[in-house]
Nanobody
Framework: VQLQASGGGLVQPGGSLRLSCDAS????????IGWFRQAPGKEREFVAA????????YYTESVRGRFTISRDNAKNTVYLQMNSLKPEDAAVYYC??????????????????WGKGTQVTVSS
């Protein structure tokens, strides 16, 4: 499956952005989808994930209550709504697809496909 992330940009602290991950090429509902991010000089970290049917969602603690992951299987798209953004949220955000459940446990080792990242900058 091919993944394309979009929606990044520059936003002030406290602002909002919605990222999209558009998929093509294979059956979208075969995959659990996750978002990861990587800031300069830091390791890539898990942000959020959603099960293939959308019934289960998972978040890293630092974004819980501020970010919401959702998916529209009819549009082959996963969204990451990011509210109350903080400077520490600034990073390149990547979406990823996993046929297994590892991604739902914040584990990227089983990821089958990665999309190109989209830059999120949080600055006044």
């Amino acid at each position: 499956v091919q993944l394309q992330a979009s929606g990044g940009g520059l936003v002030q602290p406290g602002g909002s952005l919605r990222l999209s991950c558009d998929a093509s090429g294979r059956t979208f509902t075969d995959y659990n989808i996750g978002w990861f991010r990587q800031a300069p000089g830091k390791e890539r970290e898990f942000v959020a994930a959603i099960s293939w049917g959308g019934g289960s969602t998972y978040y890293t603690e630092s974004v819980r209550g501020r970010f919401t992951i959702s998916r529209d299987n009819a549009k082959n798209t996963v969204y990451l709504q990011m509210n109350s953004l903080k400077p520490e949220d600034a990073a390149v955000y990547y979406c990823a697809a996993d046929e297994g459940v590892g991604i739902l446990k914040a584990d990227s080792r089983g990821v089958d496909y990665w999309g190109k990242g989209t830059q999120v900058t949080v600055s006044s």
